[in-house]
Structures are given as C-alpha cells and as structure tokens.
C-alpha cells in the first residue's frame, strides 16, 4: 500500500465492567467485538469509512462484585490509548461516578447500556439495555393485562434496586396494583430463604425482581422448597442469562424484559450476516443490540470533522431515524444536542419469558 493510501486506525474503546465466569464459551465472545467487527468491516468495504477501526477491549470487575476505581482507571487507560469514543461502562453502579470522571478529567465520549437517566451528560450517551424509570411501567402493564391484582417485590440492595422499586410503586399506582410485601436481597447471590418465605406469608399474586440479576440466583430453589410456583417478573437482568449456566437456571419459568424480538426483519437480516461470517446464529439480545452501538458509532466516525473525541460526540449528536435491529419493528435511532438517549418507540424493549424447561424463550408481549 503507499504512502498515500495508508492511515492509522481510529481506536474504539470497548469497556467491559465485569469479569466474565470461567468457562464462558469462546465462542460467545464472538458476540460481543466479533459484531463490532462486522459492522465495522462492512462500513470499510463500503467505503463510509476510509480507514479501518480497531477496538481495544478492556475487561475489568467493576461493581456489584468489584470497585468503580478499576472501572475509572480501565477508561483513563483506554483514552491514553487514543480511543476516539468509549463503549462502556454498563452497569448503572459503575457508570454513574465514571460519567463525572469523564465530564472532569478525560473529555472522550461514551456510549453505554446501561439503564439510568444520571448516566446522561454532555459527553455520555446511552442505548439503555432497559432503563430503571421505564421496566417498572412495563411490569406494572404485563401485571394488569394478566389480571394480577396483587404483587411482591425483592429488591437488591444497590442503586439499581433503589431505582427500580421507587419507579414500580408509583406505576402500580397508576395500574392499581398493591404491593403487599417488599423484601430487600444482597445483589450478590447469597441465601435469600428467609425473604422468599415472608413473600409467600404474604399471599401476593405475583412476585417482581428488582435488580442487576446476581441477586435472582437462589430464588427459585427457595420458591421449590415451599411449592410455590408464582407468576414471576423481572426486568431487563432478564438479558444475564446469556452470561452462564447459572443465570440461565435462575431465571428459568421468568418473564422478563428483553431487547430480541424475532418480528424484527432488520435484526433477522443481521443475524443472517453474521451467520455467514462466523458459522453460527446467535438468537437473543446481545449481538443485535451490539449491531445498533456499532451502527452509531461507525456513522459517527464518517461523520466526525476532525476526527476527534469532539468531533465523534457532535457526530453522535447528528444521527436520526436510523432503523434499530434490536426491539420490535419499527424501533429507530436517534441522538441530538440534549437527546443523550438513542433508541426511540416504546418497542425498544419486548417481554420474554424463559420456559421452565430451558428449552426455549419465547415473545410474551410488546408495549
């Protein structure tokens, strides 16, 4: 190649705040930068892009299980690399205190997943895996339309789970839903017997989550030791059970809330793309919704004059209306100058409920 034709790379940084299990399978990592690689390769043969993009990954422990000081020092290590843009963090706990870092000391935009409006800001946007104002709505809807008059509440002792139950008491006002009992869990997995039996003394109709997910873990061998087998909600944690074996038991018989619905043709025609290029069709949330980040984050570096960190958020701000592949039909994306969140429609999310058998997923309801 001459001299001419060459140019470094534009750097993504990609910051992953939890630590994946032993044993997560290789080939699930595909799923997370292999989709980014996709997209971006396919923007490079285009030609929407003239130089190619590399993503550097950084995989820390941040909290329920870790500290935000590891996930603030993986972002500033990511900017001394010279990534124009970050995606990441994605847990609400850690992206809270890394977006005033961000604002205070490193000036490079961000895009995350996770589900809190205080992520939002000058240099952060979000394509929210579910937002802790908006799932409780949805819950307090999925309990009305299936003629629960009643429900109980765990609630994982954490930011995420303070946000979530303010948000659902006043939506089952609205639906009006009493809340009979509310119980509060660690939001690590740790014994949750005692809470699980004053919710069945307190003969609710139906029982919601409230949490990040780890909390979820020993909730159903509790409901078995009582034989009790309630209607059972949670939120987008619902989208953990991707990560490993366990999470995939803890949430088996839950309905919950979920950004993969198969009625999405852009989404299908996605994963037809990816079939051909990695051999494999993952169905389910994570590379669908990794398409829509690289989508936006690919449209932002062809758009970004100069290519800066600057010059990538005011890109950012600039797109609209581009079709979602994750959500149900019809979901767009969007930003602007104070619009810090990008998907559009309340179809961004859709209820999934896990069978009992862990077989199959499959679609409750769309909002």
Same mark, same amino acid.
């Given at each position: 190649?001459?001299? %001419?034709?060459? &140019?470094?790379?534009?750097?993504?940084?990609?910051?992953?705040?939890?630590?994946?299990?032993?044993?997560?399978?290789?080939?699930?990592?595909?799923?997370?930068?292999?989709?980014?690689?996709?997209?971006?390769? *396919?923007?490079?043969?285009?030609?929407?892009? !003239?130089?190619?993009?590399?993503? @550097?990954?950084?995989?820390?422990?941040?909290?329920?299980?870790?500290?935000?000081?590891?996930?603030?020092?993986?972002?500033?290590?990511?900017?001394?690399?010279?990534?124009?843009?970050?995606?990441?963090?994605?847990?609400?706990?850690?992206?809270?205190?890394?977006?005033?870092?961000?604002?205070?000391?490193?000036?490079?935009?961000?895009?995350?997943? =996770?589900?809190?409006? !205080?992520?939002?800001?000058?240099?952060?946007?979000?394509? $929210? *895996?579910?937002?802790?104002?908006? %799932?409780?709505? #949805?819950?307090?809807?999925?309990?009305?339309?299936?003629?629960?008059?009643?429900?109980?509440?765990?609630?994982? *002792?954490?930011?995420?789970?303070?946000?979530?139950?303010?948000?659902?008491?006043?939506? =089952?006002?609205?639906?009006?839903?009493?809340?009979?009992? %509310?119980?509060?869990?660690?939001?690590?997995?740790?014994?949750?017997? %005692?809470?699980?039996?004053?919710?069945?003394?307190?003969?609710? !109709?139906?029982?919601?989550?409230?949490? #990040? /997910? #780890?909390?979820?873990?020993?909730?159903?061998?509790?409901?078995?030791?009582?034989?009790?087998?309630?209607?059972?909600?949670?939120?987008?944690?619902?989208?953990?059970?991707?990560?490993?074996?366990?999470?995939?038991?803890?949430?088996? /018989?839950?309905?919950?809330?979920?950004?993969?619905?198969?009625?999405?043709?852009? /989404?299908?025609?996605?994963?037809?793309?990816?079939?051909?290029?990695?051999?494999?069709?993952?169905?389910? =949330? @994570?590379?669908?919704?990794?398409?829509?980040?690289?989508?936006?984050?690919? *449209?932002? #570096?062809?758009?970004?004059?100069?290519?800066?960190?600057?010059?990538?958020?005011?890109?950012?701000?600039?797109?609209?209306?581009? $079709?979602?592949?994750?959500?149900?039909?019809?979901?767009?994306?969007?930003?602007?100058?104070?619009?810090?969140?990008?998907?559009?429609? &309340?179809?961004?999310?859709?209820?999934?409920?896990?069978?009992?058998?862990?077989?199959?997923?499959?679609? @409750? !309801?769309?909002?």
């Amino acid at each position: 190649m001459s001299y %001419e034709s060459s &140019a470094e790379p534009i750097k993504l940084g990609y910051l992953f705040d939890f630590k994946l299990p032993p044993g997560f399978p290789e080939e699930n990592r595909q799923d997370l930068t292999g989709t980014f690689e996709l997209v971006f390769a *396919q923007a490079l043969e285009s030609g929407l892009i !003239d130089r190619p993009v590399e993503i @550097v990954f950084k995989e820390v422990e941040g909290l329920p299980k870790g500290t935000v000081k590891a996930v603030i020092d993986a972002y500033g290590e990511l900017v001394d690399e010279g990534c124009l843009a970050v995606f990441g963090p994605a847990i609400t706990d850690n992206a809270v205190p890394v977006r005033e870092a961000i604002e205070a000391r490193f000036h490079v935009p961000a895009i995350s997943v =996770c589900g809190t409006d !205080d992520w939002l800001g000058e240099w952060t946007f979000a394509l $929210p *895996q579910g937002s802790m104002t908006d %799932e409780p709505v #949805f819950w307090a809807s999925l309990l009305a339309r299936q003629g629960h008059k009643t429900v109980g509440a765990m609630i994982e *002792q954490s930011l995420i789970g303070e946000s979530y139950i303010r948000h659902f008491r006043k939506a =089952c006002r609205a639906e009006g839903i009493r809340i009979v009992r %509310e119980e509060f869990i660690a939001q690590t997995a740790q014994d949750v017997g %005692e809470a699980v039996s004053r919710l069945h003394d307190a003969k609710p !109709d139906a029982l919601v989550h409230c949490g #990040f /997910g #780890f909390g979820v873990v020993h909730v159903n061998p509790a409901l078995a030791a009582l034989g009790w087998d309630p209607p059972r909600f949670m939120g987008t944690a619902f989208q953990n059970a991707w990560v490993n074996p366990v999470m995939w038991q803890a949430i088996l /018989g839950w309905t919950g809330l979920d950004q993969y619905d198969e009625g999405n043709e852009l /989404g299908q025609r996605f994963l037809d793309e990816f079939e051909k290029a990695f051999g494999r069709r993952p169905e389910y =949330c @994570v590379p669908v919704v990794n398409r829509d980040l690289a989508t936006v984050l690919v *449209q932002a #570096f062809a758009d970004a004059h100069p290519l800066t960190p600057r010059g990538v958020k005011e890109a950012l701000e600039r797109i609209k209306m581009l $079709p979602a592949a994750s959500g149900s039909p019809g979901t767009r994306l969007s930003f602007g100058k104070w619009t810090r969140r990008g998907w559009m429609g &309340a179809g961004y999310l859709v209820a999934r409920r896990l069978d009992a058998d862990g077989r199959n997923s499959h679609l @409750v !309801d769309r909002f």
